[in-house]
Each structure stands twice: as structure tokens, then as C-alpha cells.
């Protein structure tokens, strides 16, 4: 058994006003198994609505939470939170945490599995795997995000079955380590592509549940995000050829 004492979450945030408050109520009530901490970074990607204003008020309210926030005084994009974030994490491991409500923290622990058995150093946490609940919604996102985990694959040699997924796990200092770009979207191609290359890392998948979100909704990712990551595929792909 591996044990480790502190999970880092880093959550990206970018006009979640609306929302962000229900994602930390359930980080805030979240058990984890085996009694680990948990350190919140929540990185502000200078929002234009009252986002920064919540954020605030939330952490005065729960000040035993020791939430760390951080703010870009212009916005630079999802990759670019994840950035920040990650390099300030002090945690034992790593998890990306949207700040939508579109993934159930709760899931952790599921995650953490084939870690605490020695077995993993990263972990993707599948939305087309297992038995776990499933939204119904856009047919040809799903199409997009199958090809895009099908293309990444061919440049990889790995068998993910959700190279997009938000839920990544990783050992602090595989994350760390790595030199990353991608400021938007690009960062899930990107960060596949570079752990992949890790001499002996053991990258696993387990079945996560997935409540996604409409455009009405907030959803943000659109078809040039889309068309970003077959770039990033071939770019961070071809490095290793």
C-alpha cells in the first residue's frame, strides 16, 4: 500500500460566479479515504463577473478551508490557470478540478485506487467507461472527443479511452517536471503527449461518472478548440518521433 498525506486540487475559474460556490461546497464536505488533507487552489483567470468577489467571500466564510486563491491580472486561458495553479501545489498529488459542476469530486477516491495499491503514478478518470452516470447530450462532441483520444493514441501508444477527460491525477513531481505551453484548451493533448514520454510511468483509467453542462448552461469549449487539439496532437506527438 502507498500512502501519501495531501491532495492538491487546482481549480481553474472564468465567470463561474453563478456556480463556483456549489463545486467548493462539495470540496469543502468531500471525505477523503486514509484521513487525506486536502489544499484548494483556485485560480482566478481574471474574470469579468463577480467571480473574484465569491471567491473572496467563500473563503472568509470557511476560513478553516485554507483555500489559496490566485488571480491573473489578464485573462490567459484554462491552460494558463492550470499553470499557476500546479506550480504552486504542494500537495503530495495533483487533481484538475473544473469549477463547473460537470464531475463529481466524490469520485476522487475512486481514483486514488490503483495509487494506494502501488500501481499508478497518473490517473485519467474515463467518462466512456464503467457503469457510472452518464449525461445524454451532444452526439457530435462525443464523436469529436472519441477521435481526438483515437488520434492521440496513434502518437502515444496508450489505449485511453478519454484523453480529454478534466479528472487527471498526478504524482506532484511528474507535473512539475514537465515544461508545459498550452494556455487554453490545448492542455490535455499537451500533458498526455509530454507524461507519456516518462521513462517507466504507469498511467491508469478508471470509469468516472459525467454531468455535463449545455452552452446555455456555461458550457465554453467550442469546434476551434476542437481543431487546437489536433494541433497540439500532432505538435506534441511528433516531439517523440
Not at 6 to 29: C, F, K, M
Not at 97 to 118: T, V
Request: glycine share 8%.
Amino acid at each position: 500500500m502507498v500512502k501519501f498525506d495531501t491532495l492538491s486540487i487546482v481549480v481553474p475559474v472564468y465567470n463561474e460566479a453563478r456556480t463556483v460556490h456549489q463545486i467548493l461546497d462539495r470540496l469543502r464536505v468531500l471525505e477523503l479515504v486514509n484521513g487525506i488533507r486536502k489544499e484548494i487552489i483556485l485560480v482566478n483567470d481574471c474574470s469579468t463577473d463577480a467571480s473574484a468577489a465569491v471567491l473572496a467571500a467563500y473563503a472568509a466564510q470557511y476560513p478553516e478551508l485554507n483555500l489559496r486563491l490566485l488571480h491573473h491580472a489578464v485573462n490567459q486561458g484554462k491552460g494558463a490557470a492550470l499553470h499557476t495553479g500546479i506550480r504552486e501545489a504542494t500537495g503530495d498529488y495533483v487533481i484538475i478540478q473544473d469549477a463547473d459542476l460537470e464531475y463529481d469530486p466524490e469520485e476522487y477516491n475512486i481514483m486514488f485506487k490503483p495509487i494506494l495499491k502501488g500501481f499508478a503514478d497518473v490517473v485519467f478518470g474515463s467518462r466512456f467507461m464503467g457503469g457510472n452516470p452518464h449525461r445524454i447530450l451532444f452526439f457530435w462532441h462525443s464523436i469529436g472527443n472519441k477521435v481526438l483520444t483515437f488520434l492521440s493514441n496513434m502518437f502515444t501508444d496508450l489505449n485511453l479511452t478519454d484523453m480529454e477527460t478534466c479528472y487527471k491525477l498526478f504524482r506532484r513531481d511528474i507535473i512539475q517536471g514537465l515544461q508545459l505551453e498550452e494556455k487554453r484548451f490545448g492542455f490535455e493533448p499537451e500533458v498526455t503527449a509530454k507524461v507519456a514520454r516518462i521513462p517507466g510511468v504507469r498511467i491508469y483509467e478508471v470509469g468516472i461518472s459525467y454531468y455535463g453542462r449545455t452552452y446555455a448552461e456555461g458550457k465554453k469549449i467550442g469546434w476551434r478548440d476542437g481543431f487546437r487539439a489536433i494541433y497540439c496532437i500532432l505538435r506534441y506527438g511528433l516531439l517523440s518521433l
